[in-house]
């Protein structure tokens, strides 16, 4: 009876499984209904136009004047007349030494003088006296000539103390000691109660406003700006490029700077010469001593091609793009950059005027790859340096070519 059983059965069981290979051939052969939806990017044209290239060099902020203060006189120092790190005015009192010394020099001078004033009174008389009587042959000419040099020497030795009745009194005058310039003290370099000497430095006064940059350029840098900035001052404020002052902090300097001077040569050593750039500091923020990056605009280049910064895809030095065609395909392509102009990048090689370049969703496309894009407006960059609208101050004179 088994046996029997499992021969019944056998035939239900081959049916079964070639109803089941039958159904999955099925599965297998129907095609599919559905696709990934092509991704969606962000692109943006192709700019083409003038730019401004701009160079950039560092430098370091110098005061416009920087006064070295010494005394003119030894002594004690007894008093500092000005707080430390003061705004101080020319003519106003930095510092005091003891006078006592200059003082009583100045009392002898005066004693030597009015002393030297009373013996060439009495010269002078006995001068007129023996002239009459040399007149009337009553004395001889070597007496009267005696008298005579003894006058002329009293009346040098009177116009000797005179001098020095005025040393004595500028002696005594020095030991005020004044600022020569407007500007800034520094923290002062000698104490109250030091001994100072015309060799000790009492501290030093630096002239901000305006305050001067220096920095070096090479050759082939002065070389392409050379002809604008030895023009004369009128025409060179007019034409030299304006400069832009970015500070340690990465901020930009609110006023612009022009040339004020260049070096007579180029230091043989490094090949770069020296120019001072001038920019206003009404506000006294900049000092002496800062780190300046110095940015000007010293060429056009005409008819660039610009692309956004975030177009751009670097690998190992390379750059790329991804440009998507009309039928929203996309191709990578290597591209050579040039300047970065705002938060455009300048492209040398790889695109043309007006092709669309992915600038959000790089990192999900592949050459070839369909994709929808959404057309992203970019700000063309501006003609000139941000900032150019800030007021560039005229040169100052230096001290000695006032008019």
């Not at 004690?76 to 020099?105: C, M, S, T, W």
């Not at 006296?129 to 004395?139: E, H, K, P, W």
């Not at 000419?141 to 040098?156: E, P, V």
Request: with cysteine; aromatic share 6%.
């Amino acid at each position: 009876m088994q046996m029997h059983r499992r021969a019944l059965n056998r035939p239900n069981f081959l049916s079964t499984l070639l109803l089941a290979a039958t159904i999955v051939d099925g599965c297998r052969s129907q095609p599919s209904t559905t696709s990934a939806p092509a991704p969606e990017v962000s692109v943006a044209q192709v700019l083409q136009q003038d730019v401004p290239v701009f160079s950039e060099w560092v430098g370091t902020t110098v005061g416009f004047v920087d006064a070295d203060i010494h005394p003119k006189v030894s002594g004690y120092l007894l008093k500092q007349d000005y707080r430390n790190g003061d705004v101080v005015h020319a003519g106003q009192l930095l510092f005091e030494i003891d006078p006592r010394e200059y003082q009583a020099a100045l009392e002898q001078a005066q004693g030597n003088l009015g002393q030297a004033q009373a013996q060439l009174k009495q010269n002078q008389l006995t001068l007129a006296r023996y002239t009459d009587l040399y007149n009337q042959g009553v004395i001889s000419r070597q007496a009267f000539d005696n008298q005579t040099q003894t006058t002329r020497a009293n009346a040098s030795q009177v116009e000797a103390d005179e001098g020095a009745l005025k040393a004595a009194r500028l002696n005594l005058g020095w030991t005020k000691v004044y600022s020569p310039i407007n500007g800034v003290a520094a923290i002062a370099t000698a104490q109250v109660g030091d001994l100072v000497a015309p060799a000790t430095l009492l501290t030093t006064v630096s002239q901000l406003d305006p305050i001067r940059v220096e920095f070096p350029i090479s050759e082939s840098s002065y070389l392409r700006v050379a002809e604008k900035i030895n023009q004369d001052p009128a025409k060179r404020a007019k034409d030299a490029p304006k400069f832009q002052l970015i500070l340690a902090d990465g901020s930009i300097y609110k006023y612009l700077g022009e040339v004020y001077d260049v070096n007579r040569q180029v230091d043989i050593q490094t090949g770069t010469i020296k120019v001072e750039a001038v920019f206003a500091n009404p506000d006294n923020i900049l000092r002496p001593g800062l780190y300046a990056k110095i940015r000007a605009a010293t060429d056009v280049a005409h008819n660039a091609l610009l692309v956004p910064q975030d177009a751009l895809l670097q690998t190992q030095g390379q750059y790329q793009v991804a440009v998507v065609d009309s039928d929203n395909k996309v191709t990578m392509r290597n591209v050579t950059i040039g300047q970065q102009v705002g938060a455009l990048q300048i492209v040398q090689t790889g695109v043309s005027a007006g092709e669309r370049v992915i600038t959000e969703g790089l990192q999900k496309v592949h050459d070839g790859m369909e994709v929808n894009p959404h057309v992203v407006a970019i700000q063309p960059p501006a003609e000139t340096a941000p900032g150019a609208g800030a007021a560039a101050p005229s040169p100052p004179a230096m001290p000695g070519k006032q008019t």
